[in-house]
């Protein structure tokens, strides 16, 4: 079950029954229904309804409607009773069993009609039989079924065993308190002992019922309703009453308790609205405390003279304080948190209730967009678009599965919203930007939806399939496009790669006649434009001479690419990200520049400040020959750019034969040439990554060699997470198209497996979507524009990899999960070049396709045997393969490519916030931390783990305290199984070749590059080298972040919220710039 309500609102829907003068369950009031969809156990994805041409969202509160429907047509016995407790009881089991139905077809879309016909059909084998009293002779006993795996869920959460005697105790007293007013005397022994056997048939009965039901936990509100309905069962209908009676009774005592501990605050602060935002956060979640309890925690800071925004506040500060109780408090804060943006967006008041709420988007949704209009935000196609039918495909009802970091960092970044002037009380603005938002997390969905579906021959059925992907989290598309699709400036992009000329600034005019600035200083114009337009930047610097270089002009000498960095340091610090996100760069150097020294250090925090850039990251973009001197021991010789100008431009053997002759050439003095010794400037290059986190080590070669564009241009540099591995020149700026499939969406719990033809399903629409991002997207410079539809790459890649194996309980560092991680890539690649082909047949392949790697029958996996060749030994990965590759090559020499590239596999750092799941393919960084994001700190507990020490009854507070006291490590912790501790490693605790392993057999299938994290419990220089070394030797094309561990790297702190509203004992990241977990740059690709 979903969760029960709490007993408030029971008493709630009770009354509301009995006021029915038929007492039939289908003429109750709404609320009963909403009360009874809470109590279902529906499947975490619901298939979609076709009821004639429409397709509609599976709502829960009208299948529970038409279940009763069906029930009372065929169950005569059914409409004799009018008591609500037995109808109700009956509705939830049938409703119930369809729903377990739905869930065994895994169907992505369902009839109505198959629907109505499931509803019967459960009525008439499961429903009916319900409501029949047992034959004479035929008393059931207790099962076999032992009754000790089952746990009772107190009021209070706590769980205890399941215990027969305690039903048989309570109706025992019912029954004599029934004889006892009858007969006003003591009874007799034959009339106890009567008595006594009846009773006991009563809980044997109950009994049976609750093991039929196959659960290991019930709710003691479920027992209490089973008691009843077995009452009416069994004839004893005024026995049921007197029970029911006692029930209520001890209701009102336990509800006069709690609001005379309260004191006399409750009465003042705790209003019926404070009360309505538990209510609606708490339904279907298992929380720790009583409603009047939580009540009281959260108005424990408020004072009277607060306004409604200060109160507002106070709410959702102390709201969330309460994810340290228990990890359902984040979904209850999150919920607090939604009915204040509801309040803020839509005509509805929280003391309308969640039946309104459908009413309200519905509503308010064509003015939301014809305000977004009227403010020049959102494109006026948006008018052109059918708003009443997509306003009645909302589902609010799916923003309850967001936790409080996921719907405030919407709120805080992601939602439009316009500018007004700040008043000290009005409808709560829960942030003191001056922001009025003007969309709700439905509303945004489809905002981008729409936007996505400005081109496509039927637009609105368009928009539906990608608003179901969005809202079901199966997919998400990056930051820019959840920013922009839509808007009157709709720059989708996230990634933009540039190549910096030898030269201080030109105009150049293409062959189209198009003119754009080049040279160092064109860059540094054409860089600010696509940081002002939310775009993160990776800019080569390698053919930029280096320090000492003959100025012919001037007769003068260069001062290298230090200064030039450094300007573009503060460009990153000027020109933000739309204002929504700091700009972020990261700068490329090859290797054998004459400037590599000066550039590793350039992020130290010792030195001469003129020479360092601490806000600019940077990458060594290092060839295949380097690493072999360095592995080898051997000399390295570093030379000015401009006097070895096509060095940059080759790779392979071919930069191997180039660069032994400017090695002659330097050695006869004919140029300028400095050897240093290859394993030395490796050494150096780990102690910079060890400091200061840079600059990160990526790997032209295996980028050059595999890439399927080598045709048209070479690889000079990736984009700022590492991931993106594209051509770039003077007229070609790359451009990368994010998004990212929530792998946890598609697992198949009970097969312990994937639901393979969803995920298949979600691909290929992820690929269309990214593919409309390339012709509807603004275009900030004319290289990237020409680049972009020249040669249309994608980069699709996956997010929740950590949550996908702790729902197989698959350890991570594990052969499991190596064989499992290549199974899942290779099908997400074979399907996003399947994806593509479909694309290409429809709207034709792109326009570079004849002479790629594609045109020549080379897919991903073939590439490795071309570095293997260059390289001139064998690349360390595994070959197995599931899919037919063969009939891909056949389509793609057939019908051709959509896209260069297709996959890729970024940081998601934002995004996998906003889904709730863990970023990427990373493991889990501890079980307990605080997170920190733009939008502020989050404490972060693994309810993954709390969900397995509760399924062992050792999650309790104290083991709270233990881990936290652990700072996030279970090794010390006794109390847990060692299976549970293998389970949840932190990322420190496995074996970084694990992550290596894992990321090589995924890299065979994706075209582009893997940002890859690397952590490291016990940093030295050895350890570090082998590291590393592995990466290259594995055919990695990348690595990103080396995230070090250190005797002080966490110290507990406590954090302070407004007023202090609580303090919290956390732990927190207290790590050096190199390694921050969670810092801002992080977010950029994502």
């Known amino acids: ?245 006692y029930r209520k009774e001890r209701f009102l005592v336990r509800r006069n308790r709690s609001l005379e501990a309260s004191g006399s605050l409750l009465s003042d602060l705790v209003t019926p609205d404070l009360l309505a935002r538990i209510d609606i956060a708490s339904i279907g979640l298992s929380l720790v405390h009583s409603r009047e309890e939580i009540a009281h925690f959260l108005v424990k800071t408020m004072h009277i003279m607060m306004n409604s925004k200060e109160r507002a506040q106070t709410i959702l500060l102390n709201a969330r304080s309460l994810i340290e109780q228990d990890v359902e408090y984040r979904l209850f804060a999150a919920r607090v948190l939604l009915t204040f943006v509801y309040e803020e967006v839509l005509d509805w008041s929280v003391q309308d209730g969640m039946l309104a709420l459908k009413q309200a988007h519905v509503s308010g949704f064509s003015k939301c967009i014809q305000r977004g209009v009227a403010l020049e935000l959102l494109d006026k196609r948006c008018l052109k678009m059918d708003l009443s039918r997509l306003a ?11 936790d409080f970091l996921g719907i405030y960092t919407l709120y805080d970044r992601y939602f439009l919203h316009e500018r007004m002037v700040e008043t000290t009380d009005g409808p709560p603005i829960l942030s003191n930007s001056g922001k009025r938002r003007l969309e709700v997390p439905q509303y945004m969905w489809m905002r981008v939806a729409m936007g996505l579906s400005f081109l496509e021959p039927k637009p609105e059925e368009a928009a539906i399939s990608y608003y179901s992907l969005y809202n079901s989290k199966r997919f998400c598309s990056s930051t820019p496009t959840l920013f922009n699709s839509g808007t009157t400036h709709p720059q989708m992009a996230s990634c933009f790669g540039l190549t910096c000329s030898d030269e201080i600034s030109s105009l150049h005019i293409d062959e189209e006649n198009q003119c754009y600035p080049t040279g160092i200083f064109g860059l540094y114009a054409e860089c600010a434009r696509i940081s002002k337009h939310a775009g993160g930047l990776g800019v080569d610097f390698s053919s930029v001479r280096g320090k000492g270089s003959l100025i012919q002009g001037t007769n003068g000498t260069g001062l290298g690419v230090v200064p030039f960095l450094r300007i573009l340091n503060d460009l990153a610090l000027a020109v933000n990200q739309g204002g929504r996100r700091r700009g972020v760069i990261c700068a490329y150097l090859e290797t054998w520049h004459n400037d590599v020294e000066d550039f590793l250090e350039l992020r130290r925090t010792t030195g001469d400040e003129r020479r360092r850039t601490h806000d600019l990251h940077t990458a060594n973009w290092i060839p295949d ?33 180039r660069y032994l002759e400017y090695e002659k050439k330097a050695r006869e003095g004919l140029i300028y040439g400095k050897v240093v010794r290859a394993s030395a400037l490796w050494k150096k290059m780990l102690e910079m990554l060890f400091e200061t986190g840079h600059p990160w080590i990526t790997f032209k070669d295996p980028c050059n060699v595999r890439s399927p564009q080598g045709h048209v241009g070479v690889i000079h540099g990736l984009n700022l997470c590492t991931e993106i591995a594209l051509n770039n020149s003077r007229d070609e700026h790359f451009v990368c198209n994010l998004g990212s499939i929530n792998l946890s969406a598609f697992v198949d719990l009970q097969n312990k497996t994937f639901f393979w033809d969803q995920l298949q399903e979600t691909v290929h629409l992820a690929i269309r979507i990214l593919d409309n991002v390339i012709d509807l997207t603004f275009y900030p410079t004319i290289p990237a524009r020409k680049a972009n539809l020249r040669h249309r790459p994608l980069g699709l890649g996956v997010m929740g990899w950590q949550d996908v194996l702790h729902l197989l309980d698959i350890p991570f560092e594990s052969e499991e999960m190596i064989v499992l991680a290549d199974q899942v890539t290779e099908f997400i690649s074979w399907h996003a070049c399947y994806a593509s082909v479909e694309l290409a047949k429809e709207r034709g392949p792109y326009a570079s396709f004849e002479g790629s790697k594609w045109s020549q029958g080379l897919m991903p996996l073939d590439t490795l045997e071309l570095l293997e060749q260059e390289r001139g030994m064998r690349i360390e990965v595994e070959r197995t393969s599931w899919m037919d590759w063969d009939a891909m090559r056949t389509l793609i020499r057939k019908h051709g490519m959509r896209n260069s590239q297709v996959l890729s596999i970024a940081p998601t750092a934002s995004i996998s916030n906003i889904f709730g799941c863990a970023p990427s393919i990373e493991p889990d960084y501890r079980q307990l931390f605080t997170k920190s994001t733009l939008s502020g ?150």
């Open 625 to 657: 020959l380097f690493m072999k001197r360095a592995a080898r021991g051997e000399m390295w010789t570093l030379f000015r750019s401009n006097e070895v100008a096509d060095l940059h431009d080759l790779y392979g053997k071919a930069f191997e034969s």
């Open 1 to 245: 079950m979903l969760g029960s309500v709490n007993e408030g609102e029971e008493a709630m829907v009770k009354e509301s029954v009995s006021e029915e003068k038929e007492g039939s369950l289908l003429e109750c009031s709404e609320e009963l229904w909403v009360y009874l969809a809470s109590k279902l156990l529906a499947p975490s994805e619901l298939p979609m309804i076709q009821l004639g041409r429409e397709i509609l969202p599976f709502d829960l509160i009208r299948f529970v409607r038409d279940v009763s429907t069906v029930l009372f047509r065929e169950s005569p016995s059914c409409q004799s009773h009018h008591d609500p407790y037995h109808n109700h009881f009956l509705i939830v089991n049938v409703a119930n069993y369809v729903l377990e139905e739905i869930r065994s077809l895994n169907r992505s879309c369902l009839e109505s009609k198959h629907l109505e016909k499931m509803m019967y059909s459960a009525v008439r084998s499961f429903g009916s039989s319900l409501a029949r009293p047992f034959p004479k002779g035929k008393e059931p006993t207790v099962p076999t079924l032992s009754t000790s795996r089952i746990a009772v869920i107190l009021r209070n959460g706590r769980s205890v065993p399941w215990n027969s005697e305690k039903i048989l105790q309570a109706v025992l007293k019912a029954m004599l308190a029934q004889n006892m007013h009858g007969n006003g005397k003591e009874l007799i022994s034959e009339v106890l002992e009567t008595i006594e056997k009846q009773a006991a048939s009563v809980a044997n009965r109950v009994t049976g019922h609750i093991l039929d039901r196959g659960r290991n936990q019930i709710y003691l509100e479920e027992i209490q309703d089973c008691v009843e309905f077995t009452l009416d069962e069994m004839g004893l209908t005024s026995l049921r009453k007197l029970y029911s009676d």
């Open 392 to 402: 009645s495909l909302l589902n609010p009802l799916a923003d309850f599965q967001f």
């Open 937 to 1086: 700190e989050q404490l972060w507990l693994n309810p993954y783990l709390v969900a397995s020490l509760k399924k062992l009854e050792r999650w309790d507070q104290e083991m709270f305290e233990e881990i936290k006291y652990a700072k996030g490590e279970l090794g010390s912790i006794e109390r847990i199984p060692l299976s549970v501790k293998k389970q949840f490693q932190n990322a420190f605790s496995i074996d970084p070749l694990y992550l290596v392993r894992a990321a090589a057999v995924r890299q065979k299938w994706v075209d582009q590059a893997i940002s890859l994290n690397l952590f490291l419990g016990e940093p030295n220089l050895k350890n570090l080298s082998q590291l590393y070394l592995q990466a290259w030797v594995r055919g990695l094309k990348s690595t990103y972040y080396l995230k070090t561990k250190s005797a002080s790297d966490i110290e507990d702190v406590t954090v302070s919220i407004k007023r202090k509203v609580r303090e919290i004992a956390e732990t927190k990241d207290v790590e050096v710039r190199r390694c921050s977990l969670s810092a801002d740059e992080c977010e950029s690709c994502q």
